[in-house]
C-alpha cells in the first residue's frame, strides 16, 4: 500500500518561499512519475507540477512556471515543490500524487491518472 505524507506548509507573506515535501513509503519509488495538485477554498482541485521517474521531464501549470520547481531525491523516496515569488492565489491545500509507471520521461497533469494520493499541507498566503 502507498503512503504518501506531505510537509513544509504554513502561513507566509507575499513573496516568501516554502518548499512542500511529500514522503513516500514506496519500495519502487523510481518506478513512480509524481504530481503536485491544490485546491483552493471555493474552486476544485487543480494541478500544480509533475516529475518523471528519472527526474529528467517535467510540467507546470501557466501560473506557477519560474516560480514553482518540482525535483525528486529517488534516494530518499521524496519529491519536492519549491515555491517562490507567492502569491495569494497560492493559497490552497497542496496534494502529492503518484503513480507506477514503464517509461522514463513520463508525467501526467489529469488527476484521474494518479492512483495514490496524500492528505494534503496547507499553503496560505497573506497580504
Known amino acids: 500500500q502507498v503512503q504518501l505524507v506531505e510537509s513544509g506548509g504554513g502561513l507566509v507573506q507575499v513573496g516568501d518561499s516554502l518548499r512542500l515535501s511529500c514522503a513516500a513509503s514506496?519500495?519502487?519509488?523510481?518506478?513512480?512519475?509524481m504530481g503536485w495538485f491544490r485546491k483552493a477554498p471555493g474552486k476544485e482541485r487543480e494541478f500544480v507540477a509533475a516529475i518523471s521517474l528519472n527526474g529528467e521531464a517535467t510540467g507546470y501549470i501557466d501560473s506557477v512556471k519560474s516560480r514553482f520547481t518540482i525535483s525528486r531525491d529517488n534516494a530518499k523516496n521524496t519529491v519536492y515543490l519549491q515555491m517562490n515569488s507567492l502569491k495569494p492565489e497560492d493559497t490552497a491545500i497542496y496534494y502529492c500524487?503518484?503513480?507506477?509507471?514503464?517509461?522514463?520521461?513520463?508525467?501526467?497533469?489529469?488527476?484521474?491518472?494518479?492512483?495514490?494520493w496524500g492528505q494534503g499541507t496547507e499553503v496560505t498566503v497573506s497580504s
Open positions: 500524487a503518484a503513480r507506477p509507471v514503464a517509461l522514463g520521461s513520463i508525467w501526467f497533469r489529469e488527476e484521474r491518472s494518479y492512483e495514490s
Open positions: 514506496i519500495r519502487t519509488f523510481n518506478s513512480y512519475t
